[in-house]
Structures are given as C-alpha cells and as structure tokens.
C-alpha cells in the first residue's frame, strides 16, 4: 500500500528538528546546514524490504537534482553500523547517512515503523510526511515544485 | 484438527509462498502471510486484555528490533532481538529454553507492513519448531507506530 503525505500536524507548518550525527564517511552532518535546499530525510534499514526499493531511487533523484538544489539525508535505524556500511559502499550511495537513534526517532515524533520520510523545504520547515512506501512519482513532483533553482 | 492441520502444513506453506514470490527477493525470510490467521490477534484485543485484570496475561516478546522497541514498547513486553537475522533467533530460542511449552507466548515487531516483515514469521516458527502450543502473533498491518501508538494503546520507553 502506497502511503499518502501527511503533515506532523495539521494546524501549521512545522519546522524541522535540527540534529547533528556523524555520517558513515565520518563528516558531520547537521540538518540546518541545508537550509535553502530541500532536504529528503530518509528513515531506513537495511532489513526494511521496501527501504531498499526506494534507495535507488532516491540515488538517481540526488544526481539528477543536484544542482537544482535537492539533498538527500539517510538515517539508518538498524542497530548495528555494519551491514549500513556494506550497503552504504556495495549500493554507491551519493548521499548523506548517518546511524540513527532513540533520541533521534523520538525528535521526529518517533520512528516506530519503517520506511520513514520526510520531506523539508528549503525554509526548514516539514512539508510531508510519507509513513511507508511513497508514491514516488508524487513525491518526484512534490521535490521539483520546492526546489529553489528548478 | 483442522488447526493442527493448518500447523502441520505450515513449513510446505511457507516454502510455497516463498518460491512463489514475482520479482526479485530482496531479503530471504519467511513471509508473514504464513502464519495461520487462527493465531493472530488484533492489537484492539490485546490492548482490552491487557486492560482487563481478570484475563490471562501471556509472556511478551518483542522480536523486532532495538531502536523500536526503545522509542515504544508494549508495558511488559521483553526485547528479544531480531528474529530474522541468526543472532536475534539464537537470543529467541535461548530465551524460550527457559520456559515451559505450554507456557502463553505473544510476539510481536511492527518494524515494516506485516507481508514485509522480516522477523514475525522467523520467531513463530522457531517457537513451533522448540514445541510449544499456546504461541500467538500480534498482527500489526503497517507498524508499530500507526497500529499500536497512534490508537492510544500503552506503550513505554527505554530499555
């Protein structure tokens, strides 16, 4: 089942919690210092079957759209750094990821099921919210009418 | 007798539903579709049994993942470790050593929707496997968090 966005909350527009991780290649990765891009935060594991369909995706959509202004985050939930790592290096992953946490899931209102999605405009705010297998052609469209230099 | 025979079947079953998978398999588990439905139990029954103080209260084990269960877990649930990787099914199988077969056993994960799962089916069947009878599964369609949190169901932290 495809899942449809949705905002954390419904009254405004909430801006993203910042957080600071050392990602996999050991820089550190802040969430702010994106700002004026539009950020894809991407909860995932590498035991999470439909994690690993999108993460190509989310790899060609980083090359393509670059430039315009698109960055893509991965948070890994998985419990150990090793097999992320395996992954990180055997899948070529040309963006971000860092391993995530309690702390970090519980900042976004928890992380209680996977995949998890975010995605953040160039503002910092959270503009959706996909709990699961997004449609990613929506969510394609969604990123290019947020990007600062389409 | 049908329910035995449901059981009985249930390692054909699984390999069935395996083998019969389109496409490319990303991650060889067994699927959570091969557990007979007469063992599943919706989480709306097991937030009222656990409310109700007269009805039994079965063992809990949680046989996901870590960082799930420490953002949320069912109060008295145990952490088991992942039962779909060989370290979490060793922790799973030592900790049913210690208890009797007929002892009640609920399990549960919520890790990813319930055909992705990667753990249920593994503890459910190393738990049949060890010989015990009274093993339930919490059926959790898309996660934790959405059928368990989200329905205003108890939940803790930590650990």
Same mark, same amino acid.
Request: glycine share 8%; net charge neutral.
């Given at each position: 089942?495809?899942a449809?966005?949705?905002?954390a909350?419904?009254s405004a527009l909430?801006?993203?919690?910042?957080?600071?991780r %050392?990602?996999?290649?050991?820089?550190?990765?802040n969430?702010?210092?994106?700002?004026?891009?539009?950020?894809?935060?991407?909860?995932?594991?590498?035991?999470?079957?439909?994690?690993?369909?999108?993460?190509?995706t989310? %790899?060609a959509?980083?090359? %393509?759209?670059?430039?315009?202004?698109?960055?893509?985050?991965?948070?890994?939930m998985?419990?150990?750094?090793?097999?992320?790592?395996?992954?990180?290096?055997?899948?070529?992953?040309n963006?971000?990821?860092?391993?995530?946490?309690?702390?970090?899931?519980?900042?976004?209102?928890?992380?209680?099921?996977?995949?998890? %999605?975010?995605?953040?405009?160039?503002?910092?705010?959270?503009?959706g919210?996909?709990?699961g297998?997004?449609d990613?052609?929506?969510?394609?469209?969604?990123i290019?009418?947020?990007?600062?230099?389409? | 007798?049908?329910?035995?025979?449901?059981?009985?079947?249930y390692?054909?079953?699984?390999?069935?539903?395996l083998?019969s998978?389109?496409?490319?398999v990303l991650?060889?588990?067994?699927p959570?579709?091969?557990?007979?439905?007469?063992?599943l139990?919706?989480?709306?029954?097991?937030?009222?049994?656990?409310?109700s103080?007269?009805?039994?209260?079965?063992?809990?084990?949680q046989?996901?993942?870590?960082?799930?269960?420490?953002?949320?877990?069912?109060?008295?649930?145990?952490?088991?470790?992942?039962a779909?990787?060989?370290?979490?099914?060793?922790?799973?199988r030592?900790?049913?050593?210690?208890?009797?077969?007929?002892?009640?056993?609920?399990?549960y994960?919520?890790?990813c929707?319930w055909?992705?799962?990667?753990?249920?089916?593994?503890?459910?069947?190393?738990l049949h496997?060890?010989?015990?009878?009274?093993?339930?599964?919490?059926?959790?369609?898309?996660n934790?968090?959405?059928?368990?949190?989200?329905?205003?169901?108890?939940?803790?932290?930590?650990?």
């Open positions: 089942m495809l449809a966005a949705s905002l909350h419904d909430r801006m993203a919690p910042d957080f600071t %050392t990602d996999l290649d050991g820089k550190s990765l969430l702010r210092k994106y700002r004026g891009k539009v950020v894809l935060l991407n909860f995932w594991a590498t035991w999470c079957g439909p994690c690993l369909i999108e993460i190509p989310f %790899t959509w980083q090359n %393509t759209y670059r430039t315009a202004g698109l960055q893509v985050v991965g948070i890994s998985d419990d150990d750094a090793a097999p992320v790592k395996r992954l990180y290096q055997k899948d070529r992953l963006y971000p990821v860092a391993m995530g946490d309690a702390e970090l899931g519980e900042l976004f209102g928890g992380v209680l099921g996977l995949p998890l %999605t975010y995605l953040i405009d160039p503002d910092g705010h959270i503009v919210r996909y709990q297998e997004p990613l052609k929506q969510l394609e469209a969604r290019k009418s947020l990007l600062p230099r389409p | 007798m049908k329910h035995t025979l449901v059981k009985a079947l390692p054909a079953a699984c390999a069935f539903i083998l998978q389109p496409g490319p991650a060889q588990h067994e959570a579709a091969s557990i007979p439905a007469a063992d139990v919706q989480p709306a029954d097991l937030a009222a049994s656990l409310k103080a007269s009805a039994p209260k079965p063992l809990i084990l046989v996901g993942f870590r960082k799930l269960y420490a953002q949320a877990h069912i109060p008295g649930s145990e952490f088991v470790g992942a779909g990787e060989d370290a979490g099914l060793q922790l799973l030592e900790r049913a050593a210690k208890l009797s077969k007929d002892t009640a056993i609920l399990i994960c919520g890790c929707p055909s992705h799962c990667p753990n249920i089916a593994a503890a459910y069947g190393a496997a060890m010989g015990f009878t009274r093993v339930k599964v919490l059926y959790i369609a898309d934790f968090g959405d059928d368990w949190v989200k329905r205003g169901y108890p939940v803790v932290t930590g650990g």
